[in-house]
RNA sequence: AGAGAGAUGGCUGAGCGGUUGAAAGCGGCGGUCUUGAAAACCGUUGUGGCCUCACGGUCACCGGGGGUUCGAAUCCCUCUCUCUCUGCCA
């Protein structure tokens, strides 16, 4: 969430930028307005609150020496009643303020392109040059189904349609995939977890993903838990209420879950095999840093994201989203995405995104920071997140870039001593 | 799932409903002593909100949320978590 003082100091500012990534401004106008009653309210209630301390002292001090004070008693009563009353109206517009804040979105930084559509991405960088294929290109769908290792048919018997059931060699080379990432991922200095993929909502709501985005997210209502879209929303959970040390940052993680995604709202769209599922793996980077370092940290991650697609000798694209298509929480967004030979068209297999402190300020994730004149002070760090990488689509560009002309697929060689075999 | 015990500051651990924002110890920081260090001694040591240019003032916070009361760390309800015992289970 944004800091309120920001929007209370310099509310021209955010509704500035909020139009810039298509946002309307009523709600900050809202909560600005809101807020100035809120300051109204507080300072009402904390003068009857510092004379209900004062005059609850003197009773103290009268009831010690055996003196009557039923009518100071009396006279107190009513100013309790009137701070409980002020306070449950405080309440009501803390509520409001949380709620309406809550459904803006960070504000993007200086660099970041202006767009009005995902039109207006830019492409920053081409790696590789695509092959030239001497024979008509199968598409991952049906390279799956002539090798037998991809069986979307009865991935949807099992749970319907978009989820994939991967079978013998699919599913080494999905294993290896996943063993080299975090491989690698580890020699760049992220320390690997394996952790929960059921979440409370508290986490959710930590990692800004609820309640914009709950209609996407898979939902057990019985346990009130939610299956996480992402291994951020539970690496990022790890240091909610916790203060860093200043010496540890960057803290960097490397996980690997599977992901679950309703995808609700996007049905008919990219429907074939991979393209879009409701379960994928993925291997994802989460940064916790200080505020001065995070977007070159940020420039670093990306190198480690594509760092994997190099040593696959994948083609791929970095895109650096503009205004109007970076992600909710993040104020800074590259994609990386691998070129399909049979789709003919990139897919997205990688996201960076610098959330800055919006989210860490929800999660209360700090760090003490050192002063010059020996103090220290307490301030959010900047938490930063990128797939390192999602296999799905990364196993369509994989599959259909490295088929040969006889149906078979050679794996590429860095994969070789983690699938045990080099041709499928 | 059932029975019981518990949750207090960085940690350990006190706390008859009214000078307790919280004893004590440890740790941390500053100082004295020392050639230096240790030990010893002295001092200091939570977070957040609001007002103030600032000094400072004030409010809130003893797992979360409610309640009782003029007044709650302390009493009541509820939730969460941890531990012990029983049951079930990969």
């Given at each position: 969430m944004l800091d309120i003082k920001t929007i209370r100091e310099n509310p021209e500012i955010i509704k500035e930028k909020l139009i810039q990534r298509n946002e309307n401004t009523e709600t900050i106008e809202k909560i600005y307005e809101l807020d100035k009653r809120r300051l109204e309210l507080i300072h009402k209630t904390e003068t009857l609150k510092e004379e209900r301390n004062k005059v609850t002292d003197e009773i103290a001090v009268m009831k010690r020496n055996k003196e009557d004070a039923t009518e100071r008693i009396a006279e107190m009563k009513k100013v309790s009643d009137n701070i409980k009353s002020l306070d449950e109206e405080l309440k009501k517009y803390d509520g409001d303020i949380d709620l309406l804040l809550?459904?803006?979105?960070?504000?993007?930084?200086?660099?970041?392109?202006?767009?009005?559509?995902?039109?207006?991405?830019?492409?920053?960088?081409?790696?590789?040059e695509k092959k030239g294929f001497?024979?008509?290109?199968?598409?991952?769908?049906?390279?799956?189904?002539?090798?037998?290792?991809?069986?979307?048919?009865?991935?949807?018997?099992?749970?319907?349609?978009?989820?994939?059931?991967?079978?013998g060699k699919g599913a080494g080379l999905e294993r290896a995939l996943i063993n080299f990432m975090l491989d690698e991922q580890g020699k760049n200095g992220y320390r690997e977890v394996l952790t929960p993929v059921l979440v409370t909502r508290e986490s959710m709501e930590a990692a800004e993903k609820v309640p914009k985005f709950e209609e996407d997210m898979y939902y057990m209502e019985k346990?009130?838990?939610?299956?996480?879209?992402?291994?951020?929303?539970?690496?990022?959970?790890?240091?909610?209420?916790?203060?860093?040390?200043?010496?540890?940052?960057?803290?960097?993680?490397?996980?690997?879950?599977?992901?679950?995604?309703?995808?609700?709202?996007?049905?008919?769209?990219?429907?074939?095999?991979?393209?879009?599922?409701?379960?994928?793996n993925k291997v994802e980077l989460i940064n916790f840093c200080s505020p001065e370092e995070s977007y070159s940290e940020m420039e670093k991650m990306l190198s480690h994201a594509c760092g994997i697609?190099?040593?696959?000798?994948?083609?791929?694209?970095?895109?650096?989203?503009?205004?109007?298509?970076?992600?909710?929480?993040?104020?800074?967004?590259?994609?990386?995405?691998?070129?399909?030979?049979?789709?003919?068209?990139?897919?997205?297999?990688?996201?960076?995104?610098?959330?800055t402190d919006f989210q860490s300020r929800r999660a209360m994730v700090r760090y003490k920071k050192q002063l010059e004149n020996n103090k220290t002070k307490t301030e959010f760090v900047h938490i930063l997140n990128g797939s390192g990488l999602a296999t799905s689509r990364l196993m369509v560009a994989l599959l259909e870039s490295n088929q040969t002309k006889e149906g078979n697929i050679n794996v590429p060689d860095v994969l070789r001593r983690y699938t045990g075999f080099d041709i499928i």
């Open positions: 809550k459904y803006v979105p960070n504000i993007p930084h200086d660099s970041v392109p202006f767009g009005k559509s995902e039109k207006d991405n830019v492409e920053i960088k081409v790696s590789g001497d024979f008509k290109v199968k598409d991952h769908v049906q390279l799956g189904k002539d090798l037998d290792i991809l069986d979307f048919e009865r991935g949807a018997k099992i749970s319907g349609s978009g989820f994939a059931l991967y079978k346990d009130n838990m939610f299956a996480i879209p992402t291994a951020e929303v539970s690496i990022l959970n790890i240091h909610r209420n916790e203060i860093l040390k200043q010496e540890d940052l960057p803290v960097k993680y490397c996980g690997f879950t599977n992901c679950f995604r309703r995808e609700a709202g996007s049905y008919g769209k990219d429907t074939k095999g991979f393209l879009r599922v409701h379960q994928f697609l190099d040593k696959l000798g994948l083609h791929y694209r970095i895109i650096e989203l503009c205004t109007a298509d970076i992600g909710f929480a993040a104020s800074k967004c590259y994609d990386i995405e691998v070129w399909s030979y049979a789709e003919d068209k990139w897919l997205e297999t990688s996201s960076v995104s610098n959330c």
